[in-house]
């Protein structure tokens, strides 16, 4: 009997640690992954802003799911009348995996909107490798503008324009200042030249997913960090040397970071399968309705939200990690261990690191802010993190005691980042 799991995100990557310790070695659970870690992509600002080495955040499928397989590798399709799952792995060998339970669990990439230019000049952020080469770009756009005689080229390379009012472009206007203000302090010719952070939404206010109180709490912290928050704003088109708004306005600058938000893996659209808004359509108890061996949960299913009738559930990493859990037991009931249930999950509320010893939070929709809102952040993230807990501890430690890294890693725009990953309906948009 073999499970295979597609995705090691935060729903594949707790479905198979569910049912690991379910099934307890009666079923051979596989997981398809296009890295050899589980993410935690909350922390990924902290990584591009030098405070958490990248290893902190990256928690190891092999090391940490004893008893799973893990297959590496990209899946390219599935036949589910044959029950196989084909992937290609990192050295483009096709592989054929059958298997007698299915988990599509294979998350989200960036939502990309057809703006001249986006594809081209902006930097996505969904993993390491982008929020590795967005460190390393920033710090050169620094160490260039110290170099610039053109008072004007050293103007746009201080510039810095993220898209995006959501949780991770908040928390990446966030963390930048403090960032940029302590790679321009080891240059002595940048004595006094503003460095300009921006933050743009379409929305009216800055995180709107949250409580408007915590919204105008960031609000407050990113402007008194001197970010010029511009709500009702957005990118009208993108090109090498500025971006110009949907104001009109032109803004000069070599940094354009899109956090705009998700959509479903393109391997959804492929299955053939029913979707909703580009989601799997699931039962309450995610399974593929006309498919009983196959089970879909988190970014990359259409969950019925039982908390809020005739709705699904949102693209978090809250419920994505909550149906997993599911998902794994679901599938355990399938092969004769316990009876399966629905999903049912009352949001707990969510955590904002905004950086500096700033937070906000709002648990069980009780509204905190300042240092109470820090330490429920990072006790929030350590306690949902698989892994890591004393290095990322370590990491905060050491940021606090000792100055930041500041040095570029000779990376490159390369295919482990581009931003327009998987968007076939642009295909003369390249990253």
């Known amino acids: ?153 050293r103007n746009a390379r201080c510039t810095f324009v993220v898209v995006g009012a959501g949780y991770t472009g908040t928390e990446v206007a966030a963390q930048g200042p403090a960032f940029t203000a302590a790679l321009a302090a080891r240059h002595p010719e940048l004595a006094g030249q503003p460095i300009r952070w921006l933050l743009l939404d379409v929305k009216k206010r800055v995180l709107p997913e949250l409580a408007e109180r915590l919204g105008r709490t960031a609000d407050e912290v990113l402007r008194a960090r001197g970010v010029e928050v511009l709500m009702g704003t957005s990118v009208d088109e993108a090109g090498v040397h500025g971006v110009t708004l949907t104001s ?99 949001d707990l509320g969510f955590v904002v690191d905004l950086g500096a010893g700033r937070a906000a939070a709002n648990p069980l929709h009780i509204p905190l802010s300042g240092l109470p809102a820090k330490a429920l952040t990072r006790a929030y993230h350590l306690l949902a993190m698989p892994g890591n807990r004393v290095r990322t501890v370590a990491g905060w430690l050491l940021a606090l005691l000792t100055r930041r890294p500041t040095v570029q890693l000779g990376l490159v725009r390369g295919p482990a980042v581009p931003l327009d990953t998987g968007t076939p309906e642009l295909p003369h948009l390249r990253g």
């Open 248 to 346: 009109g306005a032109q803004v000069p600058t070599r940094t354009l970071v899109w956090c705009v938000g998700v959509r479903p893996d393109p391997l959804v659209s492929d299955l053939g399968l029913e979707t909703d808004h580009g989601r799997i359509v699931v039962t309450t108890q995610l399974g593929v309705p006309g498919l009983p061996e196959v089970f879909a949960c988190g970014d990359a299913a259409a969950v019925p939200d039982l908390t809020k009738p005739g709705s699904v559930t949102a693209m978090t990493a809250q419920h994505a990690q909550r149906q997993g859990k599911l998902a794994g037991r679901n599938v355990a009931a399938s092969l004769g261990h316990g009876s399966p249930r629905a999903y049912r999950h009352h």
């Open 1 to 153: 009997m073999r499970v295979v799991i597609v995705g090691g995100g935060f729903a594949g990557y707790h479905a198979a640690k569910e049912l690991l310790g379910t099934v307890r070695g009666e079923a051979e659970v596989v997981v398809v992954n296009p890295t050899d870690y589980f993410l935690y992509l909350p922390l990924l600002p902290e990584v591009a802003a030098g405070i958490l080495d990248p290893r902190t955040i990256t928690v190891s499928i092999p090391d940490t799911l004893p008893g799973a397989r893990l297959a590496l590798g990209t899946v390219t399709s599935v036949d589910t009348q044959g029950r196989i799952v084909h992937y290609t792995d990192p050295e483009d060998h096709e592989v054929h995996l059958p298997y007698d339970r299915l988990v599509l669990a294979a998350g989200s990439v960036n939502k990309l909107l057809p703006i001249p230019g986006v594809a081209e000049y902006a930097h996505g952020f969904r993993g390491v490798p982008e929020a590795l080469y967005l460190r390393d770009h920033i710090t050169r756009q620094i160490e260039l503008a110290a170099a610039a005689s053109d008072p004007d080229e």
